[in-house]
Nanobody
Framework: VQLQASGGGLVQAGASLRLSCAVSRRTSSNNGMGWFRQAPGKEREFVASISWRGDSIDYADSVKGRFTISRDNAKNTLYLQMNSLKPEDTAVYYC?????????????????WGKGTLVTVSS
């Protein structure tokens, strides 16, 4: 299973971006998915997650109300709509496929990871 994240770029504070994550194929089970990010010099942190059915969604407090996670299982694609971006959102954003069907904010529950896409927000 390969994941390819795209949609990152350089934007000004207050702008919006939409990240996409294309998954090469479905796994043998129904999997939750998530977005994480890693800023320079910091650990990778949870951003958002979504269950297989899309009926359970979780956000980090820092992005709640500004970011929206969604998925299209028919297209094997995960999305992250990011609005009202702030300089502190600057990071490499990674998408991941969980070993569980539920939503999870724990990195250890994710089995497959993409290479990441860079988001830079200038002030």
């Amino acid at each position: 299973v390969q994941l390819q994240a795209s949609g990152g770029g350089l934007v000004q504070a207050g702008a919006s971006l939409r990240l996409s994550c294309a998954v090469s194929r479905r796994t043998s089970s129904n999997n939750g998915m998530g977005w994480f990010r890693q800023a320079p010099g910091k650990e990778r942190e949870f951003v958002a997650s979504i269950s297989w059915r899309g009926d359970s969604i979780d956000y980090a407090d820092s992005v709640k109300g500004r970011f929206t996670i969604s998925r299209d299982n028919a297209k094997n694609t995960l999305y992250l709509q990011m609005n009202s971006l702030k300089p502190e959102d600057t990071a490499v954003y990674y998408c991941a496929v969980s070993m569980r069907s539920t939503s999870s904010r724990t990195k250890d529950t994710y089995r497959y990871w993409g290479k990441g896409t860079l988001v830079t927000v200038s002030s």
